[in-house]
């Protein structure tokens, strides 16, 4: 018997647009011989676009508005074995989509509300690898509300943490709504870019020196594996968004260039990252490698990484011997395991 399955693409973040170009590989991949692929879009407003406007809208990479609302669909999605929700930031890959499922009672791809919720808030993230002992960039929590009635607070926990920092809306991704300020009359433009994004924002240090980035992809629920290490290269001041999503901007190298024992300390923090966040079927764990002092600092964890044939998730396992398809395949099966 072929295993039913819904894809969810698109969804009511910033990364909407990434979102389907994810899902339109990921409907492409899955072996029809073992699969029966139902996708359904999500408009920006979070309406669940039926079948014709769905296809429209993977074509196009853009969703219209109208559909049902998702609570109405909540119910059919009964019929489904499986669902992969292939959403990428808030409403979607941040326990909310996962609790819905979960009280629908189907079984889906990636970590369940939990794991979903800790690792899309990078304060919370923080925090709890910093209980894990997991080596982090300094780093502090502003609420909107703070910012609106003691904004000097604020700003003396930016200086405290020194310039140039990082400013972020604690729930998002693909770079969205990022600066890195440069100096204290720069951090207003900042934090009002990020907190139209999100209620918690949260500020970084830099690291000393301009750091390495490397990512880890890691695959499986209570018996997780690790990838080998990839890094990317760009010319930009940090990976941007138009960085990230310009052809030809950023270079994929993997496996990194790395001793092997960075390559396997980033390995081994990468899965404790997992465990400690309960994070389950996948995650890309990206971290900053000071060259210059040899610190290897945790920067966050993807529990829905970006999945297009080309994304760096998917090119960590193919290095590892496992394609495109044979993942998204292995995907389905860990999201029906029992736990
Ligand atoms: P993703 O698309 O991977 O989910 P994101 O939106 O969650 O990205 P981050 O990975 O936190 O954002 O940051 C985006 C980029 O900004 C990093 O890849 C890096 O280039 C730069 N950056 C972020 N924080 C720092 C920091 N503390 N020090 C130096 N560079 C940083
Ligand atoms: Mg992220
Ligand atoms: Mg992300
Ligand atoms: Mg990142």
């Given at each position: 018997m072929k295993k039913r399955i819904l894809l969810l693409a698109g969804?009511?973040?910033?990364e909407h647009e990434v979102s389907l170009m994810s899902a339109r590989s990921v409907l492409s991949a899955l072996p029809r011989d073992q699969f029966d692929v139902t996708p359904v879009v999500i408009s920006k407003q979070g309406r669940w676009l039926p079948p014709t406007e769905t296809q429209r809208a993977l074509e196009s990479g853009e969703a219209p508005t109208g559909g049902d609302l998702v609570l109405h669909r909540a119910a059919s999605a009964?019929?489904?074995?499986?669902?992969?929700?292939l959403l990428h930031g808030?409403?979607?890959?941040?326990g909310t989509v996962q609790g819905l499922l979960t009280l629908a009672g189907i079984p889906f791809v990636g970590s369940g509300v939990l794991g979903s919720a800790v690792s899309m808030d990078k304060v919370m993230t923080k925090q709890v690898l910093a209980s894990a002992g997991i080596p982090q960039v300094a780093w502090a929590l502003a609420v909107r509300r703070e910012w609106q009635t003691q904004p000097d607070t604020v700003r003396e926990r930016a200086a405290a943490l020194g310039y140039p920092l990082f400013v972020k809306p604690a729930n998002l991704g693909s770079s969205v709504g990022i600066s890195k300020v440069a100096r204290p009359e720069d951090l207003d433009g900042a934090m009002t870019l990020a907190f139209s994004l999100d209620r918690r924002v949260i500020l970084e240090a830099m690291t000393a020196h301009k750091p390495r980035e490397v990512e880890v992809g890691i695959l499986g629920n209570d018996a997780p594996i690790a990838s080998p290490v990839g890094e990317l290269r760009f010319d930009?001041?940090?990976?941007?968004y138009e960085t990230k999503y310009t052809e030809g901007r950023a270079s994929m190298h993997i496996?990194?260039?790395?001793?092997a024992e960075v390559a396997e300390q980033i390995r081994t923090l990468a899965l404790r990252a997992f465990r400690a966040l309960d994070c389950a079927g996948l995650a890309r764990v990206d971290f900053f490698y000071v060259e210059e002092t040899g610190e290897l600092l945790l920067n966050e964890v993807n529990?829905?990484?970006?999945?297009?044939?080309?994304?760096m998730y998917p090119k960590l396992f193919e290095a590892a011997g496992l394609n495109y398809s044979a993942l998204v395949t292995r995907l389905v099966e860990l999201a029906l395991e029992d736990r």
């Open positions: 969804g009511q973040s910033g009964e019929g489904y074995d499986a669902v992969f929700p808030p409403m979607g890959e941040d930009a001041d940090f990976y941007d496996p990194a260039p790395l001793s529990t829905m990484p970006g999945f297009t044939t080309t994304s």
